[in-house]
């Protein structure tokens, strides 16, 4: 019997992995997805305590960056499933529960990668607000803007326009850290590719496959990152 071959395997064809693989793209880009809202919504919070907080929010933050930028990422994400599944049993078992209770390895690995991410959003945002000039904010405030207009129509979208190349690249480094996901059990699609490497006894033919698909959704991250950019960049001179 005749081994099948690249296009065959990737095909949707009776042999093909093409719809295997791409719901596990899908997962992926889930994974990402959910880990960089946490991680945004996190550090917007760490980048107000590092600007704007009192001594003790500024040490929290300083001390939250420091910690999980030097702790590796696989290393978080076993924490959060261990820790996190450790937790749910106890709580679990408190409410009459039996047996050992697995935190969902989504859950588990997005929550980890949110968190991590949170450290490198936080120095992203620190970084914008202070490269917006005081005179924008100043002049804002001599016409008499109110505290919550001056932050809608001054503040926040120069932040953004400052933002927003920092925040593209963390996204990046975001959906490469989903791969490590892998490791709760999650099929997202480098382990898809494990998987059918396993199968077929084929692994570049399908190692090759999650780098395209990796990069396909990265250059259409790219494209869309580009276009906010210009966006938020309306007016400026180039």
């Avoid at 991410?117 to 001599?142: D, K, L, M, N, W």
């Avoid at 190349?165 to 996204?171: I, K, L």
């Avoid at 059918?196 to 780098?211: E, H, I």
């Amino acid at each position: 019997m005749d081994t099948p071959g690249f296009f065959e395997l990737m095909s949707f064809g009776p042999e093909g992995w093409a719809p295997a693989l791409l719901r596990a793209a899908m997962m992926t880009l889930a994974i990402a997805a959910t880990g960089y809202v946490i991680g945004s919504t996190l550090g917007a919070f760490l980048a107000w305590g590092k600007v704007s907080g009192g001594r003790v929010i500024r040490g929290f933050a300083e001390t939250y960056t420091t910690v999980l930028r030097g702790i590796p990422d696989l290393l978080v994400i076993y924490l959060f499933y261990f820790g996190g599944s450790l937790l749910l049993t106890k709580i679990m078992r408190g409410l009459g529960g039996e047996g050992f209770f697995d935190l969902p390895g989504f859950a588990a690995g997005s929550i980890a990668i949110g968190v991590v991410s949170a450290a490198q959003h936080t120095e992203v945002f620190r970084g914008a607000y202070r490269a917006v000039t005081p005179g924008e904010i100043e002049a804002a405030v001599a016409m008499g803007m109110a505290r919550p207009t001056l932050f809608r129509r001054i503040i926040l979208p120069l932040t953004a326009r400052h933002a927003l190349p920092g925040m593209g690249n963390v996204w990046q480094i975001t959906l490469k850290e989903s791969a490590l996901v892998s490791v709760t059990g999650v099929v997202e699609l480098v382990r898809q590719a494990q998987i059918g490497a396993g199968s077929t006894r084929q692994p570049f033919y399908f190692f090759f496959a999650s780098a395209v698909l990796f990069l396909v959704i990265t250059w259409i991250s790219g494209l869309v990152l580009n276009r906010a950019e210009r966006h938020f960049s309306r007016g400026l001179e180039r």
